[in-house]
């Protein structure tokens, strides 16, 4: 298991976990158990445990393909994104 950001272009990974709200210090200091803003937010991106990821531009911003769509996301949250390489 690693972050997503460690893939290299053209690698693939299989979500496993995403791990946002685990420090408090870096926290939004309101987590309560309660769902936040931000993960509703990932969700509606595609980037759920159990989907596979592909590596498309390791730059700044992270480019990757989830099913048939583009996206791109900021190297820090790709930090707290954890995956499974696949073939």
Do not use: F
Not at 11 to 31: D, N, P, T, W
């Amino acid at each position: 298991m690693m972050p997503l950001a460690l893939l290299s272009p053209g690698e693939a990974g299989e979500i496993v976990a995403i791990r946002l709200h685990e420090e408090k210090k870096s926290c939004c200091g309101q987590c309560s158990g309660e769902r936040h803003k931000s993960d509703n937010r990932i969700e509606e991106l595609g980037l759920r445990a159990g989907k596979t990821v592909a590596m498309l531009n390791n730059g700044a911003p992270i480019l990757l393909r989830i099913d048939e769509a583009r996206i791109a996301i900021d190297r820090s949250l790709a930090m707290k994104i954890m995956v499974r390489r696949v073939q």
